[in-house]
């Protein structure tokens, strides 16, 4: 491997991504000739395979699997060391990667404004999905900084709560039980419910709520997204369980009404978690002190 140039595993990397040559020349702006000498010569350097064909698609071999795990970690160490030079300059630049579970994207874009200001050098990619796809990208180690509101026990992992997640149960406003108080769960029984879909945190933790005291769900129709949810209860098609947050923009205009049902909310919290292993860089530590101090007062204060 003495023999392999840094570029060679850079155009190796693109093209595991992508599983196809082509993809990889255009998108580091070389001739396909180009990138499969490169993958030649780095081949012969491995002493074995790296790719197998099938029809158009690259799949990765053992040995290319090796390679790609070891690829990422050398960008990743890469990447650190340009913050830590840039730090040392005194700057604060950098990509920052973060990985944030749906309940927590109603407020985690809101204080990317105020600390991408702080830190004009740093980028962020953002993504959302729900619980198990965070963990799915944990395992994988693809981000610097995850927000889940139920952190893995399976996992080794760094975890600090940094804020309330209550999920309430969400009626249309007209709903029958939209005006007492202390309603039983005993009265959820048979109400037409809307559910997020499989893997979603919320759905688990309902769905465990239920059990506990023996309550039956109707399921009335399965969605991805809490805004649809919303849009659904607004329509009259039953009632849901939702985080709190997500309704926090909402509050005037709304046609959705909190129900006051024993056992609600179910109190969760958001995680600020990364692998045990794992060495900030600096810019997620600087997104981590932020996030525990500044930006959770802020969040906090739009709630108050
Ligand atoms: P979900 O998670 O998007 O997986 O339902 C919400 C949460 O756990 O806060």
Redesign the pocket.
Known sequence: MKQATLHQLKVFEVTARHGSFTRAAEELFLTQPTVSIQMKQLTRAVGLPLFEQVGKRLFLTEAGKELLATCQDIFERLDRFDMAVANLKGLKQGHLRLCV????KYVIPRLLGPFCRQYPGIDVALTV??????VERLRGNLDDLYI???PPEHLDIQCHPFLD?P?VVVAPSQHPLSDRQRISIQELDGEPFIV??L???????VEQLFATHGISMNIRLELGS?ESIKQAIAGGLGISVL?H?CLALDRESSQLKILDVEHFPIE?H?HLVYPSGKQLSVVAQAFFDYVSTEGREMIESNLA
Do not use: D, F, K
Not at 199 to 205: E, L
């Open positions: 579970i749906t309940t927590a999905t729900n619980h198990e796809q965070v889940p509101s139920y997640n999920l997020r879909e893997g979603s945190g919320t759905r688990q933790a809490n985080s947050h969760r958001w």
